[in-house]
């Protein structure tokens, strides 16, 4: 089987969005611009994540954040490792992971979501193996494996196909150990790496100590209403308000990079996490150069005060959708406070 061909079967085996817009080919001879371009194609967007770094300095990340609805509060990240002389990719990771959206390291998961997770790594497992045929397997994990809080999970498949290794993994505990640093884990990953580059890490993260000393540091919200609170709103604290202030920084934007926007209509989806970060949801316009704009002033937000459910004495991830319409560089349909 030839490169081509499995980088078309990867894609396929994942995402059920956007296959149409993936390109073919061997990602040891591509650049990043051209997996920026098939980026575009999908609901999210470039992202800023603080929490990984390159492990060698010759090699840069980008991430990028995907819509997903596999396993209930995850969005799919996929991370490009490039190398920053000629831009040419050396790695692409594909995360369904807790710690991308939960900061708290204590964070244990209920047998529903793990069921969950269970279930999206089978369906992949199994669609790989249609196509790409039997792999090397460590870890026990089938359909009649008894899913619960307690036990700890983990199954790796690798799969060697001419100058490519691909391995899918999942990755399931709640154990937690804090002499020993061990937290609880919760994701579903596959790797894509050419064979010169197997052999080394190049993605590093924060280890626990890291996370603990900035979680005793992060921002104590004091919002303590259903609608998260942005600063423009503290006056006037509405759906309203925080909807049009989203709208305003799309235009305000917009406008900066001198776009004429005679007739435009666009949908947004924003979903405001209980970290107080924001990813995108919807992102529709024929207008290519607007929706530019969405992605870059959603992904660099300033931390919005997420919802606060009384009920549960705990913030809460919500999300929020709506039209804009623009006529002649003006919004013309601002929700009423």
């Keep these: 089987m030839n490169i081509k061909n499995l980088v078309i079967i990867l894609f396929l085996s994942i995402f059920s969005k956007g296959?149409?817009?993936?390109?073919?080919?061997?990602?040891s001879k591509t650049t990043l611009s051209e997996y920026i371009a098939i980026e575009k194609q999908f609901v999210g967007?470039?992202?800023?994540?603080?929490?990984v770094h390159s492990l060698k300095e010759d090699l840069?990340?980008?991430?990028?954040?995907?819509?997903?609805?596999?396993?209930?509060?995850?969005?799919?990240?996929?991370?490009?490792?490039?190398?920053?002389?000629?831009?040419?990719?050396?790695?692409?990771?594909?995360?369904?992971?807790?710690?991308?959206?939960?900061?708290?390291?204590?964070?244990?998961?209920n047998k529903d979501f793990r069921k969950a997770l269970v279930n999206?790594?089978?369906?992949?497992?199994?669609?790989?193996?249609?196509?790409?045929?039997k792999s090397k397997t460590d870890g026990e994990l089938?359909?009649?494996?008894?899913?619960?809080?307690?036990?700890?999970?983990?199954?790796?498949?690798?799969?060697?196909?001419?100058?490519?290794?691909?391995?899918?993994?999942?990755?399931?505990?709640?154990?937690?150990?804090?002499?020993?640093?061990i937290y609880p884990i919760h994701k579903v990953t596959i790797t894509y790496k050419t064979i010169e580059t197997i052999a080394t890490e190049s993605i590093g993260r924060k280890n626990p100590s890291e996370l603990i000393q900035e979680n005793s540091s992060a921002i104590k919200f004091k919002n303590k209403s259903r609608i998260p609170l942005i600063s423009k709103c503290k006056k006037n604290h509405t759906?309203?308000?925080?909807?049009?202030?989203?709208?305003?920084?799309?235009l305000s934007e917009a406008n900066k990079r001198n776009l004429t926007l005679?007739?435009?209509?666009?949908?947004?989806?924003?979903?405001?996490?209980?970290?107080?970060?924001?990813?995108?949801?919807?992102?529709?316009?024929?207008?290519?150069?607007?929706k530019e704009v969405v992605t870059d002033v959603l992904s660099s937000m300033e931390l919005i005060e997420p919802a606060y459910i009384k009920s549960l004495k705990r913030y809460e991830t919500v999300s929020y959708s709506w039209y804009i319409l623009i006529n002649n560089n003006e919004i013309t349909n601002r929700f009423k406070n």
Excluded: H
């Design 60 to 109: 840069g990340i980008a991430s990028y954040i995907r819509q997903d609805n596999s396993v209930p509060n995850l969005d799919l990240i996929v991370r490009y490792v490039f190398s920053k002389k000629d831009s040419l990719i050396k790695e692409i990771r594909y995360e369904l992971d807790v710690a991308n959206f939960e900061k708290s390291i204590e964070n244990k998961q």
């Design 262 to 290: 005679k007739n435009d209509t666009l949908k947004i989806g924003v979903r405001i996490n209980k970290d107080g970060s924001t990813s995108i949801m919807d992102n529709e316009t024929k207008n290519s150069e607007l």
């Design 142 to 181: 089938t359909d009649k494996t008894v899913i619960d809080e307690k036990n700890d999970y983990c199954k790796k498949n690798t799969w060697t196909l001419g100058n490519t290794r691909i391995v899918l993994l999942i990755e399931m505990s709640n154990s937690i150990k804090k002499k020993k640093s």
């Design 120 to 133: 999206y790594y089978l369906s992949v497992e199994r669609d790989l193996i249609s196509k790409l045929g």
């Design 45 to 51: 967007g470039k992202i800023k994540d603080q929490s």
């Design 19 to 27: 296959i149409s817009q993936e390109k073919s080919y061997d990602i």
């Design 239 to 250: 759906e309203a308000c925080l909807q049009n202030s989203i709208s305003d920084l799309i």
